[in-house]
């Protein structure tokens, strides 16, 4: 079975993970590693003897002291029991591997840090100061000093300091997993105490509350906290623990700790009041039962703890994943990277147009829809008025009226007439053009392997932009010649079928003036609109055929040739460009290794505890 000192010290390592990593959970809804771990917190108003407490508990002078609000950032205290013999030395988190064996330079970096931070004034912060004590003379615990509760702001600092202190303590004691040890003065009523106050408040039934007395010694003569510290006046789960602090003039001596600690345990073994507690007294006996207390919490909480790493490391290897691997430094596995991707774009590019994700099926409405319906909308009625088709053939015979039939007059009515087709055979090579550019858009958005890489994706924009554009233009040709084809040479057999004109005697002549007679233009112009619908039904289908052979066709065979060909000419550097990742996923890929990283060495260190014997 894991012992007592195992569990704490491998909770302490973790939290010190946790604290150089930062783990402050992301945007993961996961409660942080940190919150699921056990910690002590200390609590009180100021003057109420926290500093002495810790001191006491940790058996050295290191804290700052002086009126007022002393503590004006949280203390992250780690203490590490070392081997006897070992020198004590102190070490922050902002100074790493530089050791404080002097230790009124603890409390000189304690009180730098924090103006470094609230400048010198009198205002908090709640960023907390990690400062971990190696030393023989500690037990492994995990503590955190606040800065102690007030009730009116002093000069030079804000009107909302008491609510902003109030609110810092809270964001740590009403966790679950806090263990409260609130410090009230025994010269003081108990009633009045703003941290057992507050502590009810948070934890009502007391299970998570140490209640400590200090000053015992300062009480007027005549009175004593028996009712207190056998837990008549203010009942909790936990016994009450009696602390007799430093004096001033010990303090002004430099009286040691260690000393400080046998004047204590001699103050209860001959006090008439509180000899029959004396074994259950003292920042020795309150440091033991804190570190015994806080393994049976680690002990409980263990299952949980290690349902929350397991779920996290899931969690972070699922999203590492999404994110994708590191990019390589190798020339040939950057190429090979690019082309990967490349591949992975042109994929879903296809099973766009393909149907396997919406998009080209707006294609297919280009030609069903849009081109059907342009060329129902062609001026065919204005061009073959009796009035345009009178004037066209006039000018089409010149000095010479036309003998049996205005052939000239026929072409040039043909020939305007099938001019009209330009504009939606056009029509239609940009809207496929326009919706092909949109899918590449698309495409590009949902190849997650290119999230990452900003620069890649805009350079396969534009490669596919021109490739697109290039399409465009062979697609236009290639539909305007269709259209001219059907001008340059018209369908003979087709006016070889129409009924001919035909005189009472059989004779297919008419006089002259009959031939300029409305219902003469009428016919022509009857013959020339069926001609023209004729024109128009063969467009109708010959015109997609152009345009997804020119485009269509051409976008799934040959998007990205042109890109390759100059991707294989480019050099390492320019590669390693265009693999260029988005820092902001770059920093978040880095978090999610390190947390990674945590969350594992974290679940290595809880097995190897556990299966320790």
Same mark, same amino acid.
């Not at 016994?239 to 700790?257: E, L």
């Not at 400080?260 to 039962?289: I, Q, T």
């Not at 087709?494 to 233009?521: C, I, M, W």
């Given at each position: 079975?894991a ?16 604290t ?30 926290? !500093? ?23 203390? #992250? ?7 006897r ?21 603890? &409390?000189?970096? /304690? ?22 004590? %190696? ?23 804000? +009107?909302?300091?008491v609510?902003? /202190?109030?609110i ?5 004691v009403?966790? *679950? ?27 009502p ?83 033991? #039962? ?18 929350? /790493?397991?779920?996290?490391? @899931? ?31 042109d994929?879903?590019?296809? @099973?766009?147009?393909?149907?396997? &994700? ?47 039939? *205005?052939?000239?007059? %026929?072409? &040039?009515?043909?020939d ?25 858009? $698309? ?22 932009? @021109? ?7 062979e ?6 010649r269709?259209?001219?084809? @059907? ?15 035909? +005189? ?9 003036v ?7 233009? &009428? ?6 609109? !069926? ?8 467009? $109708? ?6 345009v ?40 978040? $890929?880095q ?23």
């Amino acid at each position: 079975m894991a012992t007592m000192e195992s569990l704490i010290v491998m909770v302490n390592r973790i939290q010190r993970a946790c604290t150089v990593l930062g783990d402050h959970g992301g945007d993961t809804n996961l409660p942080t590693l940190w919150e699921a771990l056990p910690s002590v917190v200390v609590v009180g108003g100021q003057s109420s003897g926290k !500093s002495s407490v810790l001191e006491s508990i940790v058996g050295r002078d290191f804290l700052p002291r002086g009126s007022g609000i002393v503590t004006r950032r949280p203390l #992250v205290l780690q203490l590490h029991k070392t081997e006897r013999g070992l020198q004590e030395y102190g070490e922050f988190l902002h100074l790493p591997k530089k050791k404080f064996t002097d230790f009124s330079m603890v &409390r000189k970096e /304690i009180q730098d840090e924090t103006d470094r931070m609230t400048g010198k004034s009198k205002q908090i912060s709640p960023v907390p100061i990690h400062l971990s004590i %190696y030393s023989p003379n500690v037990v492994n615990l995990t503590l955190i000093d606040l800065p102690g509760l007030t009730k009116v702001a002093v000069e030079g600092q804000p +009107e909302s300091i008491v609510q902003d /202190i109030e609110i810092m303590v809270r964001s740590y004691v009403e966790k *679950p997993n806090c263990i409260i040890l609130a410090i009230t003065p025994a010269n003081q009523d108990i009633a009045t105490s703003d941290a057992m106050k507050l502590s009810r408040e948070v934890d009502p039934t007391g299970e998570r509350t140490f209640g400590v007395l200090t000053k015992l010694d300062l009480m007027d003569k005549g009175t004593n906290a028996i009712d207190v510290l056998e837990g008549r006046a203010y009942p909790l789960q936990h016994p009450w623990v009696g602390i007799v602090n430093r004096s001033q003039a010990d303090i002004k001596k430099n009286v040691d700790m260690i000393a400080s600690r046998r004047k204590e345990s001699e103050f209860f073994a001959s006090s008439p009041d509180y000899g029959h507690l004396a074994s259950k007294m003292g920042s020795e006996y309150l440091a033991k #039962v804190l570190s015994k207390h806080l393994e049976s919490v680690i002990r409980a909480r263990l299952p949980g703890i290690t349902s929350l /790493i397991n779920k996290s490391i @899931e969690e972070l290897e699922a999203e590492l994943s999404h994110l994708g691997r590191s990019v390589a430094v190798d020339t040939g596995a950057q190429l090979y990277t690019i082309l990967e991707l490349c591949r992975a774009f042109d994929r879903i590019f296809k @099973e766009h147009l393909d149907g396997g &994700r919406p998009g080209g099926d707006r294609i297919y409405g280009v030609f069903d829809h849009q081109l059907p319906a342009a060329l129902r909308k062609l001026p065919f009625d204005r061009h073959l008025s009796l009035q345009n088709i009178r004037k066209v053939v006039s000018e089409a015979d010149g000095y010479q009226p036309h003998l049996i039939a *205005p052939e000239q007059g %026929y072409r &040039r009515l043909i020939d305007g007439a099938l001019n009209y087709f330009r504009g939606p055979a056009e029509a239609s090579v940009d809207a496929v053009h326009f919706l092909l550019k949109e899918l590449v858009r $698309r495409s590009i958005a949902e190849t997650q392997e290119l999230k990452r890489f900003p620069t890649l994706q805009a350079e396969i924009a534009a490669a596919a932009s @021109e490739a697109l554009e290039r399409f465009r233009e062979e697609s236009k040709k290639t539909t305007l010649r269709m259209v001219d084809m @059907e001008s340059s040479y018209l369908t003979v057999d087709f006016f070889r079928k129409l009924p001919q004109e035909v +005189e009472k005697g059989g004779n297919p002549t008419s006089s002259s003036v009959d031939r300029y007679a409305e219902s003469h233009f &009428r016919r022509i112009g009857s013959n020339v609109y !069926s001609y023209v619908g004729m024109v128009s039904d063969t467009l $109708r289908n010959t015109i997609p055929k152009a345009v997804v052979y020119c485009q269509v066709r051409e976008a799934k065979q040959s998007l990205l040739d042109h890109f390759y060909i100059q991707l294989g000419k480019k050099e390492g550097k320019q590669l390693a460009q265009l693999l260029d990742e988005d820092p902001a996923l770059m920093e978040r $890929r880095q978090q999610c290794v390190k947390r990674l990283e945590l969350y594992k060495s974290a679940r290595d260190e809880i097995d190897s505890v556990l299966w320790a014997r």
